[in-house]
């Protein structure tokens, strides 16, 4: 479904396998994975090619394929509009859970395409950018690249709550190892739970937690939202 090309492009905007080469953490955590496209059946290929057709928000997005212990199966983004998913994450009908995936990659893309849109929305939520220097270097190092929010990792909640996916310290675990933690800037303090004011607001668990924009994929994605005017709504309700 893409050119053989494709990742190298995304490499050039973005550097993401680069950054991760270049991070202890996120080296340890992806050894013995292949980050190379991969080839599907025919039926498959018709069958993806059908379920994205249904969903008005993958419309400006490229497929691409990729083997599957590519960043651990886990599906993700890529510049410009690019989804990849791992040849063995495909089922062969459309269930629920995949309709959620290409949902929320899709929404992923629609924050890749409209950066401004995204940056007001989350800001008028409560969040405001985070230089990287405000990180301390003893967390920056631990933290789980993720090719999602990687433009802008850090975001924090009412002000001076950042939350972190962040590998544990000297930690020797796979990606899904990594857990969220909130950096109070004040005090340049981890702490386990997210502030009071943000749990008030955001019913999200897990991996939600991490970044504004995964809170709102996850969030926008089980909503059903297919169509880039449907987030358009919802963002300007936020």
């Not at 249904?54 to 983004?77: C, M, Q, V, Y």
């Not at 972190?164 to 702490?191: E, K, V």
């Amino acid at each position: 479904m893409t050119s053989h090309n494709v990742l190298d492009l995304a490499e050039a905007a973005d550097g993401y396998r680069a950054a991760c080469a270049a991070s202890a953490a996120n080296r340890q955590a992806r050894i013995g994975q292949t980050y190379e496209l991969a080839t599907i059946s025919p039926a498959t290929t018709l069958f993806l090619q059908e379920a994205v057709a249904k969903f008005p928000i993958l419309d400006a997005a490229e497929i691409a394929i990729l083997n599957s212990s590519a960043d651990g199966g886990l599906p993700h983004t890529r510049p410009r509009a690019l989804i990849c998913l791992p040849a063995s994450g495909i089922p062969p009908s459309l269930t629920p859970e995949f309709q959620e995936t290409l949902l929320h990659e899709g929404v992923h893309i629609h924050q890749r395409l409209h950066p401004p849109l995204w940056s007001q929305a989350v800001r008028r939520a409560g969040w405001r950018p985070v230089p990287r220097e405000q990180i301390p270097p003893e967390f920056a190092e631990r933290l789980r690249i993720n090719p999602d929010t990687m433009a802008e990792p850090f975001w924090a909640w009412d002000d001076y709550h950042v939350p972190l996916p962040l590998f544990a310290p000297h930690g020797r675990g796979p990606l899904s190892s990594a857990s969220t933690q909130w950096l109070d800037l004040r005090s340049a303090t981890l702490f386990h739970e997210p502030p009071a004011s943000f749990l008030k607001k955001n019913k999200e668990t897990g991996a939600a937690r991490e970044h504004p924009y995964e809170l709102y994929a996850y969030r926008f994605s089980k909503q059903g939202l297919k169509t880039p005017e449907e987030i358009q709504t919802a963002l300007s309700s936020l």
